[in-house]
């Protein structure tokens, strides 16, 4: 089958480092996606990895392992806006469809301590 | 810059009466989508259209239609609302082809309960 799976949460406090890992099992992968969605709010895209390695975008890095089916999102110089819910994807066959859809994880809360 | 637009942003139903969410974007984007978002489960794709004219649907479409109206809209209707479906809906849409496929873009959410 086919499953996402991240920790359901995390705190840390302000001005630390935090990474919240996310393992994946899917029949083919193309890629692992990072969104954030606050409380209330709609999720939005904070990277992409298709191939091995470390992606940064400013504070924020997404690391792949292909051969591990693992990736992490790294938080660091943590501020109290990054309080929120950090979900994983990956883009898989759903059996009703015929093209690959993204497929969420459900979600790390992360609480960010002053 | 609008982005996607989603209405209404509240409603409450009765069980088994009918409605339709709407959902518009202006990002000249094929692709659209509507999931569902329950506490702790994530989202789950309802329906998707790749294109204008399509619609598939995705993991969870039991209770669900969809109409593809345009490029730009993409509405999703409850024709007999179940307590089931009490949860926060999101429409979003993305380019397609790519890389640039994975990066979807939401809209802000409609919560809808059913009593």
Known sequence: GQSLEQPSEVT????AIVQINCTYQTSG???????QQHDGGAP????YNALDGLEETGRFSSFLSRSDSYGYLLLQELQMKDSA??????R????????????FGSGTQLTVLP | NAG?????????LKTGQSMTLQCAQDMNHNSMYWYRQDPG?????????ASEGTTDKGEVPNGYNVSRLN???????LESAAPSQTSVYFCASSVTGGSTVEKLFFGSGTQLSVL
């Open chain 1, 44 to 47: 939005t895209f904070l990277s």
């Open chain 2, 4 to 12: 996607v637009t989603q209405t209404p942003k509240f409603q409450v």
């Open chain 2, 71 to 77: 490029k730009r809209e993409f509405s999703l209707r």
């Open chain 1, 12 to 15: 840390a406090v302000e001005g």
């Open chain 2, 41 to 49: 489960m994530g989202l789950r794709l309802i329906y998707y259209s």
């Open chain 1, 92 to 103: 898989v066959f759903l059996s009703s469809g015929s093209a690959r859809q993204l497929t």
């Open chain 1, 85 to 90: 819910s950090y979900f994983c994807a990956v």
């Open chain 1, 29 to 35: 992968f193309y890629g692992l996606s990072w969104y």
